[in-house]
């Protein structure tokens, strides 16, 4: 079992930065997901970070956005630059590995992030 508490939304004005972290048990060995949720839209994959530290990000955060991970803290963070008012929405945290059949699948609770000036 993988528990996921995110932290580190809030308001922020337009080009301005926050770093969303989230803390995890046990999650070395899972890819590390942010997804984000607008309100009236789907919820959309932003950055994953691999078990081997790879990384992939949307083409709408790119240049602008870093996931990172510290096994030892059993953290992952995403680092936002240059926010935008369509960066608006609520950032969840999510970790995820098969294992043959097998798939586990984590969420947290959210974090919301509002970029307004």
């Known amino acids: 079992q993988v528990h996921l508490v995110e932290s580190g939304g809030g308001l922020v004005q337009p080009g301005g930065s926050l770093r969303l972290s989230c803390a995890a048990s046990?999650?070395?060995?899972?890819?590390m997901h942010w997804y984000r949720q607008a309100p009236g839209k789907q919820r959309e994959l932003v950055a994953v970070i691999t078990s081997g530290g790879s990384t992939n990000y949307a083409d709408s955060v790119k240049g602008r956005f870093t996931i990172s991970r510290d096994n030892a803290k059993s953290t992952v963070y995403l680092q936002m630059n240059s926010l935008k008012p369509e960066d608006t929405a609520v950032y969840y945290c999510?970790?995820?590995?098969?294992?043959?059949?097998?798939?586990?699948?984590?969420w947290g609770q959210g974090t919301q992030v509002t970029v307004s000036s």
């Open positions: 999510n970790a995820y590995k098969e294992r043959g059949a097998i798939s586990y699948d984590y």
């Open positions: 046990g999650f070395s060995t899972y890819d």
